[in-house]
């Protein structure tokens, strides 16, 4: 057996679940100090400095490389030790399968499509529901802070700038994060639990929380169940990371067109529709979903005959 291929060793669902959480605290500590440390460097600064340097504009490129490492330190390590402590592979534990057809790409596309107009749908009516005065407050000043950074890191004058943006903050977070939550977490507790819905759901809410943003947590928590439902059905991480890519690049280029205009730039990243558009969304992305499901079951009995 070669460790580069097979896990050493095959630890149950519970203990790959404590160690992956155990990873994951360790792996964020550890990216947070090296990029810190390296950006500290760079920017000849104090650690107590260094959160104010990278939200001024004429740093944003030192901000995308401190984000993208920290993202691939906090998120690769634990996905990297849940394939190796799983039972085969670590390639096929990392969703390493080919894509089976077109039309899977064609379904994802379409649904990276639906998923913008749901998560917008979803942020109109977040902003309707009640919560008291204390909590909206709080809310208030994460999401400014959220936006503080989101635009630090995307301040793009040429099309190089927006081609650095897109694969610090649409790339990298889009290929790390799949392998973590789709790859790493759901599947874990799919393996644990044997309820791979329930897996989705608590996968997404997990995946919507680690953005720590009150009034896109619905938002993402439809995406990441979309993500979910597109691993499950294809049994390959590469289009779970191609729609979460799709999502994040409309973003970022969209940001560089209106750059110029301070009202577009807030409505951009403000991003809601009206409410009601959330049921149209919904019924699309379900029949997309069932039938990515029909496409890819039947791509499967054509490749065993």
């Given at each position: 057996m070669e460790s580069s291929t097979k896990s050493l060793f095959y630890f149950t669902p519970a203990m790959r679940m404590a160690l992956f959480l155990g990873a994951t605290g360790i792996s964020m500590i550890l990216g947070g100090l090296v990029s810190f440390s390296l950006v500290a460097m760079l920017l000849h600064s104090d650690f107590g400095h260094i959160q104010q340097l990278l939200l001024q504009p004429e740093h944003a490129k030192v901000a995308q490389f401190a984000n993208a490492l920290a993202s691939i330190i906090a998120f690769g390590i634990p996905s990297l030790a849940a394939a190796y402590l799983s039972k085969g592979t670590i390639k096929q534990n990392m969703g390493f399968a080919p894509v089976q057809s077109?039309?899977?790409?064609?379904?994802?596309?379409?649904?990276?499509?639906?998923?913008?107009?749901?998560?917008?749908a979803l942020g109109d009516l977040t902003q309707k529901i009640?919560?008291?005065?204390?909590?909206?407050?709080?809310?208030?000043?994460?999401e400014a802070q959220y936006k503080k950074a989101l635009l630090a890191m995307t301040q793009m004058k040429s099309l190089?700038?927006?081609?650095?943006?897109?694969?610090a903050v649409a790339v990298i977070p889009a290929v790390v994060e799949e392998f973590y939550f789709r790859a790493g977490l759901q599947k874990i507790l799919v393996d644990w639990?044997?309820?791979p819905h329930i897996a989705?759901?608590?996968?997404?809410?997990?995946?919507?929380?680690f953005h720590f943003s009150y009034f896109g947590f619905l938002s993402r928590m439809s995406l990441g169940i979309v993500l979910g439902y597109i691993?499950?059905?294809?049994?390959t991480i590469w289009l779970p990371m191609l729609m979460?890519?799709?999502n994040n690049a409309i973003g970022i280029s969209t940001l560089y067109f209106v750059k110029d205009?301070?009202?577009k730039v807030d409505a951009v990243l403000e991003q809601n529709l009206t409410y009601y558009w959330v049921l149209v969304a919904l019924v699309l992305a379900f029949f997309l979903l069932k039938r990515l499901n029909i496409i890819s079951n039947e791509s499967r009995m054509e490749k065993s005959f």
């Open positions: 077109y039309h899977q790409v064609g379904i994802v596309i379409l649904l990276a499509l639906t998923g913008l107009i749901l998560s917008g009640p919560i008291p005065t204390d909590w909206k407050i709080t809310a208030d000043r994460l190089f700038d927006l081609m650095l943006a897109i694969i639990s044997g309820k989705i759901l608590v996968t997404a809410i997990i995946f919507s929380a691993y499950f059905f294809t049994k979460h890519f799709i205009d301070p009202k």
